[in-house]
């Protein structure tokens, strides 16, 4: 059974830094990129960040770009999303999720395309 759970949401002050983690199991993350999304009360889902699985090859959308820094570490099977100089608009549920990418392929539309694994979220709150 495939699970992924992130961890390390919070309440963080604006200007504030957090690190989540999403720890999976019963996959092996060689074989996947892996996302980073967010979920806003009344707003659409949106695409925060992708890694690819080969090269490590990271994204960002342009909201978060220069703030947010995404990670893998294979080893421990687990992503993480470092997420510095926070504002009150990033508070949201963040989730990661995960999709099968053959080696030296390039994750094309990842904020937009069908993902085989979700995580339940994790709360993130920026407010002072």
């Known amino acids: 059974q495939v699970q992924l759970v992130e961890s390390g949401g919070g309440l963080v002050q604006p200007g504030g830094s957090l690190r989540l983690s999403c720890a999976a199991s019963?996959?092996?993350?060689?074989?996947?990129?892996m996302s980073w999304f967010r979920q806003a009360p009344g707003k659409e889902r949106e695409g925060v960040s992708c890694?690819?699985?080969?090269?490590?090859?990271?994204y960002y959308a342009d909201s978060v770009k220069g703030r947010f820094t995404i990670s893998r570490d294979n080893a421990k099977n687990t992503v993480y999303l470092h997420l510095d100089s926070l504002i009150p608009e990033d508070t949201a549920v963040y989730y990661c999720?995960?999709?099968?990418?053959?080696?030296?392929?390039?994750?094309?539309?990842?904020?937009?395309?069908?993902?085989?694994?979700w995580g339940q979220g994790t709360q993130v709150t920026v407010s002072s």
């Open positions: 890694i690819s699985n080969s090269d490590g090859t990271t």
């Open positions: 019963g996959l092996t993350l060689d074989y996947y990129a």
């Open positions: 999720a995960a999709f099968l990418l053959p080696y030296r392929s390039f994750p094309t539309g990842w904020a937009s395309r069908t993902y085989d694994y």
